[in-house]
């Protein structure tokens, strides 16, 4: 692990009980949902972590608690570095604090969190769906979302696809 990557991890074990460890050279701490605000934080003004590049989520689904891991990526930019937290979400209200305070671009990456798992951003200045139809029900990407039957067409498989069964019918 680079020193300096170490330091910081350490800092974030010191400071928020951060669990950290190295998986095929890639650096990863475990932070609280208490912690996450201001670890982010103090990783983007004590050691340059100007950049939020990831945010997304992890179903372990039909565990309960934590179901999710939200896993948010951090690049420093100017030390070639980067650092991923994870945070674990219990199910039954899957509830994590919003970083748009701390990092602009979270706004984005927080809705696709709330369209897609059903992960709330609390704090959120417009929590709404970015990816799916307002109208649409559920969340696609949690492992319980139930899947559709209906295949798919295009233009290699037009002639074998039977428009004429209902859908989900096979």
């Known amino acids: 692990m680079d020193k300096t990557l170490q330091s910081i991890v350490q800092t974030l074990e010191k400071d928020f009980g951060a669990e950290a460890n190295e998986i095929f050279g890639e650096v990863e701490a475990v932070v609280s949902l208490e912690n996450i605000v201001a670890a982010s934080q103090k990783l983007r003004d004590d050691f340059d972590f100007a950049l939020l590049s990831t945010i997304t ?3 372990y689904f039909p565990e309960v608690s934590p179901r999710y891991h939200i896993v948010y990526v951090f690049n420093s930019l100017s030390k070639n570095l980067q ?6 979400v219990d199910g039954e209200k899957p509830i994590i604090p919003t970083l748009t305070g701390v990092y602009k671009n979270a706004n984005w990456r927080e809705r696709e969190l709330w369209d897609m798992f059903g992960i709330k951003a609390e704090g959120h200045p417009d929590l709404r769906r970015i990816l799916m139809p307002d109208d649409w029900d ?5 492992k319980d979302y139930p899947l559709g039957y209906e295949e798919p067409q295009f233009t290699f498989n037009f002639e074998e696809i039977d428009l004429s069964k209902p859908k989900g019918e096979m």
Do not use: E, Q
């Not at 650092?83 to 674990?88: A, C, G, M, W």
């Not at 559920?138 to 949690?142: E, F, I, K, Q, S």
């Open 57 to 59: 989520a992890v179903d």
């Open 83 to 88: 650092l991923t937290l994870r945070v674990p």
């Open 138 to 142: 559920g969340h696609p990407l949690r």
